[in-house]
């Protein structure tokens, strides 16, 4: 069996005939495979969708009751039956529920990775390698300047810069679904115990994190705050909202991001961030690049970020690779009312 | 090292002149002697390291990885130094190494050995075996070496500062590769930036001072003054500022003196003024300058050129030093004079901030000092004399140096204050002659007035011309920085032309101030209502002739560019107005801009 005649790109998505699914499509499907909660992953409209339970939840909690006709949760581990395929999900270690989704027929496994990292992350499930014959990679990071340090020291300039501006309200733009949970458990770590600030748009999605018993320690809303009682104060808020009218409620706001992108200077500067962290839910290149390799996969397809550099890469290394130009990834308007959460 | 690459990393990103003097005070306070001294030196530009050029950082690179990476890599961050610094290999003693996060199924340990080998071998996987993760922090090449133990730790300041200051052009590559092994990226990029020069993060010489200064409550005057003197790593500088000894002497054979300032005259104040008292002057559109020499203690001519806050600039100026042959001190203007001629602003500008002076640009842009006041002749201080007085005796300084290259300010005659408006108006019909394309307005100075430091009152006025205005549409708007992030700050405008479908807006300028607080509200909702498009942080704001918003927009100049469309550019431009009663279609053409630049003869 040729793996295209187990998977194939189409428009709405990477699709399994045999199995009858696609997985995280882009266009309303009879049965969708969903990887995780990011919105330009996880769409609403689908028939029926099988994701991680945590992915189901945090669908029901951005798209309400309704976001599909018909919902299955599937745990960390588990192998279904689709039609011909059999299926199964594995941690990602990207955000909460997220994970890595097998199939298997006739002997030829491919797994779709989805987004994901290999650094540690105490808000979610530790990416695991599962060996496959056809790894398919996502490429955010996909050029070897990207090597995010660990998150720690990143997280120890903010709150140097908390100590040495304490006037100033410091502002951390951060994805609404995860990143913003992570940095906040960073903090957490690192022994700030003061309460940390929430814009209204990560309320939700945070408290869900919480119910799933990850502690974040005291969060107090920023809409019930007075502007000076925000100064020496550290606040969570989608990367769009750091620029936006918002920002007017705090004093003297200091913008941070924490972004892999942030590992380049030119990317900082054009968002007008003054304290760029490289905290990324991506893995950098020596992760992908390790990743790939430990899957034991002889055929890798790449989909999303820097493809030709990671297939040139691959092509070094004696691996069969080839891009898979999918659309919709990673482009998801910044600007929407939940934060995006496009990649970083 | 690591420490001042966190500095320079901050401080790049800062866009606030007092956060940034916050970050640089922060770390001289931290920082022992001599690293800190390194870095002033490093920030006042006062380092320079003549073998570390760009095309070794290159070759460097280049025999690390593999080029078809390093070309996507390059041409995805944009900046050499960056790029290097960002994908140098992690050799095996500077990599860290994470355990990976679980537990994994494959591969068996025989592979991460064989990956390991690979690395080695193929320049093209600039990488740590499959799983190992690379971090900031030390490490061994063993996962069960303790962290940071087999590493040597990497290079101070001081280290690299004074190995670089000795090592010949054939051991540099070795050092540096030695020192990028060591380092981290930040590290690595603050090296780079440090050895190739191109610091590029918006600190002025002048800023670092400042900051050096707050360690010790004082001012940057206080540190100029005896900044002449002093070598890096300033010891003696920093004993004071924190106390602990004396100020250091300014042993300095041609010292700096502070400058005078004039205020700016309103209307009103002639009321008050007796033309009498006054000795008017042109004031030129150049740089203010101080030029002073002095003898050293085995009797030598030391000459230097201070900028109005006392840098010293004379590196820039060789052609113009030899001229200072008599010990003294002029306070001028630095022109650009061709046939006797002085020159726009616009080609004085030309000369300025090049990194080498090269003989053809010294010989394309002749520098010249135009003079107007003496504050030491020989050995006496002339500072306390009445301005009268002083003015004699720079008459005979001037003629006593005998230098084409240095000339006297002439003093335009005048009895009354009509006399002098009408000069202003018409400097070429009132003795400015040729010149007058290079004459910003009058100076009016008291006869009685001694030279003191900083701007007092009633002593010094400037009357400038009044600016060119035009009224222009804003077409695009973007975010300020700081403060203003929340905000549209910085505008495009355009004015009308001719285009091949009937009339278009070109943009002919940017000005991001100008404005009050309360008009920069009004434009930030006017540009958030009417946006067309958006491109990343710049509006595409709504230009049509009947629907827009009119800017008067004043500027001090103009110059033809090939950067822009429209193909001139303001100098200083700024929003003196807006003229939200007035529909775009009645804003200025082109053409009005065109006729300007002719009566304005710019090069």
């Known amino acids: 069996m040729r793996p295209q005649d187990l998977l194939v790109p189409t428009p709405a998505g990477l699709c399994c005939r045999l199995g009858g699914f696609h997985i995280d499509p882009v266009r309303p499907v009879e049965r969708a495979l969903i990887t995780h909660a990011h ?30 006709g018909r919902t299955q949760a599937i745990r960390y581990g588990e192998t279904l039956r689709l039609d011909d395929v059999s299926v199964s999900f594995h941690p990602a270690g990207h955000v909460l529920g997220s994970a890595q989704i097998a199939m298997t027929c006739n002997g030829l496994r491919i797994v779709a990775s989805g987004d994901y990292k290999d650094a540690p992350d105490p808000t979610c499930e530790p990416f695991e390698v599962v060996p496959c014959d056809v790894f398919i990679t996502e490429a955010t990071f996909g050029l070897p300047v990207f090597r995010h340090p660990d998150a720690a020291p990143e997280v120890r300039k903010l709150l140097d810069s908390v100590r040495l501006f304490p006037e100033r309200a410091h502002l951390v733009g951060a994805y609404s679904l995860g990143k913003a949970q992570r940095v906040i458990a960073l903090l957490r770590t690192a022994g700030y115990d003061a309460p940390i600030y929430l814009h209204g748009a990560m309320e939700s999605i945070t408290h869900y994190y919480e119910s799933r018993g990850i502690a974040l320690g005291e969060l107090r809303l920023v809409k019930d705050i007075k502007k000076a009682d925000l100064a020496g104060t550290i606040t969570l808020a989608p990367p769009s909202a750091t620029s936006d009218i918002w920002t007017r ?96 | 090292m690591n420490r001042f690459a966190e ?47 760009p095309g070794l950082i290159r070759e460097l690179i280049a025999a690390r990885v593999d080029p078809e990476l390093f070309a996507l890599s390059y041409d995805y961050v944009g900046d050499l130094s960056e790029t290097v610094a960002l994908m140098w290999p992690r050799t095996p003693t500077s990599s860290s190494i994470k355990e990976p996060p679980t537990p994994h199924p494959s591969p068996p340990l025989a592979t991460l050995a064989e990956g390991g080998e690979e690395v080695a071998a193929t320049p093209s996987a600039p990488l740590p075996p499959p799983l190992q993760r690379g971090g900031v922090g030390g490490g061994g090449p063993l996962p069960d070496a303790g962290q940071g133990h087999n590493k040597p730790p990497p290079p101070t300041l001081t280290e690299v500062v004074t190995t670089l200051a000795t090592l010949g052009k054939a051991e540099l590559p070795a050092q540096l590769t030695h020192w990028l092994d060591e380092l981290d990226e930040t590290g690595r990029w603050a090296l780079l930036k440090l050895v190739t020069g191109a610091m590029r993060i918006g600190v002025s010489a002048r800023l670092a001072k400042t ?31 924190e106390g602990r000894a004396d100020k250091p002497a300014n042993r300095d054979a041609a010292p700096f003196r502070p400058v005078m300032l004039a ?21 030129w559109d150049g740089i203010r300058v101080q030029a002073v020499s002095g003898r050293d203690d085995d009797g030598n001519i030391i000459a230097r050129l201070y900028s109005r806050t006392g840098e010293d600039i004379s590196k820039s100026f060789p052609d113009l030093l030899p001229s200072f042959q008599l010990p003294g001190a002029i306070d001028g203007e630095l022109l650009v004079l061709r046939e006797g001629r002085v020159q726009s602003f616009n080609v004085l500008q030309q000369r300025l901030n090049r990194k080498s002076v090269t003989p053809k640009l010294m010989k394309e842009f002749p520098i010249h000092l135009r003079a107007y006041d003496l504050l030491a002749d020989n050995e006496s201080d002339l500072r306390l004399l009445p301005f009268v007085e002083r003015r004699t005796r720079l008459e005979s300084f001037v003629a006593k140096l005998d230098d084409p290259r240095i000339g006297l300010s002439p003093v335009v005659p005048f009895h009354d204050w009509a006399t002098i408006t009408a000069a202003r108006a018409d400097p070429a019909a009132f003795g400015a002659g040729d010149d007058a394309e290079a004459v910003e307005g009058v100076m009016l100075k008291r006869r009685d007035a001694p030279y003191l430091p900083g701007r007092p009152k009633g002593q010094w006025w400037k009357w400038k011309r009044d600016p060119h205005i035009i009224d222009a549409v804003l077409m695009y708007a973007q975010r300020g920085h700081g403060k203003r992030s929340s905000y549209y700050s910085d505008y495009t405008f355009g004015v009308w032309t001719e285009g091949s479908d009937g009339d278009q807006l070109v943009p002919v300028g940017k000005a991001y101030f ?61 929003i003196s107005r807006l003229r939200w009663d007035k529909p775009p279609r009645e804003a200025d053409r082109l053409e009005t801009l065109e006729r300007m630049l002719k009566t304005e003869k710019v090069h």
């Open chain 2, 211 to 241: 900051a050096a200064a707050a360690l010790g409550d004082k001012d940057a005057h206080d540190v100029e003054l005896i900044w002449p003197g002093l070598i890096p790593p300033y010891l003696d500088l920093f004993a004071w500022l």
């Open chain 2, 514 to 574: 100008g404005f009050t607080d309360e008009e920069l509200i009004q434009i930030d909702r006017f540009v958030r209502r009417n946006t067309t498009e958006k491109f990343g942080p710049v509006r595409h704001v709504v230009h049509e002739p009947d629907q827009g918003l009119v800017l008067e927009v004043a500027f001090e100049g103009l110059q033809r560019s090939t950067r822009h469309k429209s193909g001139v550019a303001m100098r200083f431009p700024r």
């Open chain 1, 39 to 68: 919105s330009d992953h996880a769409r609403p409209g689908h028939g029926t969708v099988l994701a991680t339970q945590e992915t189901l939840d945090m669908m029901r909690l951005r798209y309400g009751d309704n976001f599909a």
């Open chain 2, 263 to 283: 205020h700016a005259i309103e209307t009103d104040d002639f009321a008050t003024l007796d033309a009498r008292d006054f000795i008017a002057e042109w004031k």
């Open chain 1, 249 to 344: 409620r705090f004093p003297d706001p200091l913008t941070a991001f924490a972004s892999g992108w942030m590992r380049i200077r030119a990317r900082a500067r054009q968002r007008g961030v003054e304290l760029p962290l490289v905290i990324s839910d991506h893995a950098d290149w020596d992760g992908l690049t390790a990743t790939i390799k430990a899957t034991g996969a002889g055929e890798i397809w790449v989909t999303h970020g820097e493809e030709e550099a990671l297939v040139h890469w691959c092509k070094t290394q004696g691996l069969a690779a080839r891009p898979l130009a999918l659309v919709g990834y990673g482009e998801e308007d910044e600007s929407a009312s939940t934060g995006g959460e496009d990649a970083a």
């Open chain 2, 7 to 53: 500095l320079l990393d901050r401080l790049s990103y800062e866009p606030g002149r007092n956060n940034k003097l916050r970050l640089i005070t922060q770390y001289f306070r931290e920082v022992p002697d001599p690293d800190r001294g390194y870095a002033l030196a490093a920030l006042t530009g006062t380092l320079s390291f003549k073998h570390a050029k």
